[in-house]
């Protein structure tokens, strides 16, 4: 018991949601009574918070909503330290110099979530050329989305 606490303890620090624990360990206490029947299912490893991008509607520090990057994207590789929302490249308040939260970039909005509206279109100018993009369903609500960086 002490080490499935201790587990738990682990994935939380790791920036794991309440309910990707959860859903990882759900049905465990569920024993075939024959071999026959057993069912060998791979465990799925939540991906760690800080791999995520993730839209705050409202900074728990700042006049506006926040944007915090995955960990994977660092501060040298955007450009101009910009965000572009809904096409207007002007609504960045702050950038925060140095790493948080995971060792993630963290860019601050002039405007809260909900000032945005619905379908959000977010994007990520590169120095490399590249624009990551981002489509937020509701300004008003929290929202994240795992970053898998391409290899090209």
Not at 57 to 80: C, K, M, N, T
Not at 112 to 119: A, I, L, P, T, V
Not at 130 to 152: C, H
């Amino acid at each position: 018991m002490r080490t499935i606490i201790t587990l738990l303890w682990v994935l939380l620090l790791l920036g794991c949601e309440l309910d990707e624990i959860a859903d990882t360990i759900k049905g465990r206490d569920d024993k075939p009574t024959s071999v026959e029947n057993a069912q060998v299912e791979p465990i799925p490893v939540p991906v760690s918070g800080n791999a995520r991008f993730l839209w705050k509607p409202e900074s728990e520090s700042r006049p506006g909503a926040a944007v915090l990057l995955p960990y994977q994207i660092r501060q040298e590789d955007i450009y101009h330290k910009g965000l572009v929302v809904n096409g207007d490249k002007g609504q960045v308040y702050e950038h925060r110099q140095g790493y948080a939260n995971g060792n993630r970039v963290h860019l601050f909005l002039h405007r809260k979530g909900h000032e945005y509206g619905n379908n959000i279109k977010v994007e990520l100018p590169l120095k490399n050329g590249n624009i990551l993009t981002w489509t937020i369903p509701q300004g008003a609500a929290r929202y994240e989305k795992v970053y898998k960086p391409s290899n090209d």
